[in-house]
């Protein structure tokens, strides 16, 4: 399946039924690996109870997957406790929880200008209902945040640092390590958004130093959409802002304390559990380093190409200045990012997002908010150099059209 | 502040990106007027009312705009073709010109 130095590609079988060149895979994988489909129709086909809550057979495998995917996801962030794994709707749940749960009035925060909406909103909701200060540090020209500044942002009174490990814009992979050392050492708590770097590039707790990793389970982690979740290091306690069925000492009226029922809330989302535990085992199969490899030598004929291309700016960083994924935002001199959308999807059958990708300070910080927004084309294991090159090919001719608009 | 359009002696209201208001409103000679102002289109040409008269009867028969994909289909005409007529692309370009309130989403 992975091939050697001189074609260092992933060769995935791309099912026939896809019908086009899907460049989005930071808004979801797709497709995903033919065994995820195969195992959540199979395992909810035959076992498709409610795990924890009933003493037969059936229940108790159900049950079984379910703790066997939090040994998966223990092993794969490098934790000491499945059951500090635990499982919500999305990223954006996760991070909802793990912010409200560890910041209140009075608290200081220091997070970043590369942010998803999953981070910004909540902190900004906080900020205007509880007086949360909150402390957004920049990006250079490149699309990195600098380490030092942030840890130079650190009060007496700073509770958390939330960071994206990786930009849903730029793609960018951030210098976490830093940042998560300075926090173990201040008491700080580093809430660390892996929605676009957990199955792409290495997201260890211990080495990052983060409490808290919050991650989505359709990106790269290859399984449906509607379940995420987050790693809980062991030592920190998470507030409880719900409260609900647990499936277990249900006499009990204050909701249960320990993990991982006290971040879990009512029934689980147990066929998008089982999608998990099957893109988690393709996973640990291909190898992360290989899917990452094969993103990265597909991004380089990407970033090149477009560069190459009159008229095209491509943001963030080049090749070789720092560590990134398969993930580029660029524009068309005069056109609209949503045009160049609209012309890649009709004329091209090539998949992209344009807009301002849920990440508005990025594109203040860019000044593409008021152009609205950027193209952005992302790279998964499924995508082939052809891929590349066609998109490339289809940007070069947007381009030379709109060149001959103009000279008309 | 309301934006108008004078048209053979008819004053008709635009939204604020210069749509009209009323679909109504619309004949050949709103067109071609819009087609001027807006789009900088001196003659619109058969390819021109293909496009226009394809997005023009999906809205009138939907009430609201086709996508793109299906103009495309019905017009045998490449999207980079339609971007070509009308410089503003299907949605500020050609929708305005056919008459309909501005897009959300589809075309």
Redesign the interface.
């Known amino acids: 399946m992975w091939c050697d130095s001189r074609n260092p590609f992933l060769d995935l079988a791309i099912p026939s039924e896809v019908g086009m060149i899907y460049l989005d895979n930071a808004a979801t994988s797709f497709p995903k690996p033919q065994e995820v489909y195969e195992f959540i129709d199979a395992f909810y086909r035959k076992t498709g109870v409610n795990p924890g809550r009933s003493g037969f057979d059936l229940c108790l495998a159900a049950g079984s997957l379910v703790d066997g995917t939090r040994e998966l996801l223990c092993a794969f962030f490098g934790g000491t406790d499945p059951n500090r794994a635990v499982f919500t709707a999305n990223a954006t749940d996760a991070l909802n929880l793990a912010i409200f749960g560890l910041v209140g009035r009075g608290d200081h925060v220091v997070s970043t200008r590369l942010e998803h909406n999953s981070v910004v909103r909540p902190l900004w909701t906080l900020h205007e209902d509880a007086g949360v200060d909150v402390d957004w540090v920049g990006f250079d020209s490149r699309g990195y945040v600098d380490s030092q500044e942030v840890i130079g942002r650190l009060r007496p009174n700073t509770r958390a640092v939330l960071m994206n490990h990786a930009s849903n814009v730029l793609g960018t992979v951030q210098d976490v390590a830093p940042v998560g050392r300075a926090c173990r050492e201040r008491g700080v708590h580093l809430v660390l958004d892996a929605s676009q770097t957990a199955g792409v590039v290495p997201v260890k707790m211990d080495e990052l130093g983060a409490d808290v990793v919050c991650f989505t389970g359709h990106k790269g982690l290859m399984g449906p959409m509607g379940i995420g979740g987050m790693y809980v290091r062991e030592g920190v306690e998470i507030h409880q802002t719900r409260a609900g069925g647990t499936g277990v000492r249900s006499a009990e009226r204050r909701h249960l304390t320990e993990y991982p029922f006290r971040m879990e809330y009512g029934t689980p989302n147990l066929p998008g559990i089982a999608g998990l535990h099957a893109g988690l085992t393709w996973l640990n199969h291909v190898g992360v380093a290989a899917i990452h490899a094969h993103e990265l030598a597909l991004w380089r004929i990407l970033r090149e190409g477009l560069a190459a291309i009159p008229g095209v700016t491509v943001h963030g960083q080049e090749s070789g200045q720092g560590e990134h994924i398969g993930v580029l935002s660029f524009n068309v001199d005069r056109f609209e990012a949503a045009d160049v959308g609209t012309l890649l999807d009709v004329d091209w059958n090539i998949a992209c997002r344009t807009g301002l990708h849920c990440a508005p300070l990025v594109h203040e910080s860019l000044g593409t908010d008021r152009i609205h927004g950027t193209v952005r084309l992302s790279l998964g294991p499924f995508n082939s150099p052809e891929h590349v090159e066609k998109a490339v090919s289809a940007v070069a001719e947007i381009a030379s059209m709109r060149r001959a608009r103009r000279a008309s | 502040m309301m934006l108008f359009l004078e048209c053979s002696g008819r004053r008709l209201k635009l939204s604020d990106e210069g749509f009209l208001v009323h679909a109504r409103d619309w004949d050949d000679d709103v067109a071609r007027l819009l087609a001027r102002t807006a789009e900088g289109l001196d003659e619109l040409t058969d390819e021109h009312w293909t496009v226009i008269r394809c997005i023009r009867g999906h809205y009138l028969a939907r009430r609201r705009a086709p996508q ?2 299906a103009v ?1 289909q019905e017009t045998q005409l ?3 073709r339609i ?2 007529l009308f ?1 503003s ?2 949605a500020k370009g050609a929708c305005k010109v056919a008459g309909l309130p501005r897009p959300d989403g589809c075309v």
């Open positions: 793109v994909r495309c490449s999207l980079k971007y070509e410089p692309g299907p």
